[in-house]
């Protein structure tokens, strides 16, 4: 056998038994949201259990929501385990891109890439989350209210022919982009005395400013159920609920609003 054939069968020997590279693609079960601060999240993914061996050192991350690249901040470190496997990163709500607006809100598919040092995909976490879902998507609810929308100053006022409301609602938006909204259509609640409903006129929230945004409507007393001046009398919260429609660019997207705040 010729010196040159022996390395060829050698090379292609090494080529025959090179192990090929681990990869893993994993489904998300649920989403963890946290706020670090009004401007920025901290997220924590939970997928589905993996061992993690073979795979290579992940040295970059993405995100996407529904094909949108969503920039993230931290080093990707992935934990492994048999209960789950782990991604945690923070995103700053000024870099979101605006085209986030126009993600269907009832399910957003989430897809988060980790890549080697060569920029090869080495782990994928994929799944489709439903916002209304609080076993698979987690926030700090209450917080969150307080920080982004709270209802100030909410007066029910009962006349001789009518029922008067009045409210402050304060809007942050922490986006880097102007927040147009086309109107807000929204019920008033006292207890769970329904009191009237009301569209307020369109309104724009500019990125890092807190909007104040003035809510009045009255109703007939005719047309009010029967319980809400004994609502009003024991000293019961007032509930805004409705339904923030947004200008997107792919149309308009509604989304879902609850406010509370003390009767006065």
């Given amino acids: 056998m010729t010196p040159l054939l022996t390395l060829l069968l050698a090379g292609q020997a090494a080529v025959s038994v090179a192990a090929p590279?681990?990869?893993?693609?994993?489904?998300?079960d649920r989403v963890t949201v946290e706020?670090?601060?009004?401007?920025?999240?901290?997220?924590?993914?939970?997928?589905?259990?993996?061992?993690?061996?073979?795979?290579?050192?992940?040295?970059?991350?993405?995100?996407?929501?529904?094909?949108i690249p969503v920039p993230v901040q931290g080093e990707p470190q992935p934990e492994f385990g048999n209960a789950r496997t782990r991604i945690a990163f923070e995103v700053d709500?000024?870099?979101?891109?605006?085209?986030?607006l126009g993600i269907p809100f009832e399910l957003v598919p989430v897809r988060w890439e980790g890549r080697d040092a060569s920029g090869n995909l080495v782990l994928t976490v994929a799944g489709e989350i439903d916002p209304n879902d609080r076993n698979r998507l987690v926030v700090p609810a209450e917080e969150l209210a307080k920080t982004y929308a709270h209802l100030d100053d909410a007066r029910i006022v009962p006349g001789?022919?009518?029922?008067?409301?009045?409210?402050?609602?304060r809007l942050y938006n922490p986006f880097g982009f102007d927040l147009v909204v086309t109107r807000f259509d929204y019920a008033v609640k006292v207890g769970d005395a329904p009191v009237m409903r009301g569209v307020r006129p369109g309104f724009r929230l500019r990125p890092g400013v807190t909007s104040d945004v003035l809510l009045e409507q009255s109703a007939s007393l005719a047309d009010v159920?029967?319980?809400?001046?004994?609502?009003?009398?024991?000293?019961?919260?007032?509930?805004?609920?409705?339904?923030v429609v947004l200008r997107a660019p792919t149309g308009e997207q509604a989304?879902?609003?609850?406010?509370?705040?003390?009767?006065?």
Avoid at 160 to 169: M, T
Avoid at 233 to 243: H, S, W
């Fill in 93 to 100: 709500l000024k870099a979101v891109p605006e085209s986030v």
């Fill in 225 to 243: 159920a029967a319980g809400v001046v004994g609502a009003l009398v024991g000293g019961q919260k007032v509930a805004v609920d409705g339904t």
């Fill in 160 to 169: 001789l022919a009518e029922v008067a409301f009045q409210g402050l609602l």
């Fill in 21 to 28: 590279a681990v990869t893993a693609s994993l489904s998300l």
């Fill in 255 to 264: 989304v879902p609003i609850r406010l509370v705040g003390a009767v006065r």
């Fill in 35 to 67: 706020l670090a601060s009004r401007d920025r999240l901290r997220v924590d993914l939970a997928a589905a259990p993996f061992d993690g061996k073979g795979l290579a050192p992940v040295r970059s991350q993405r995100l996407l929501l529904a094909d």
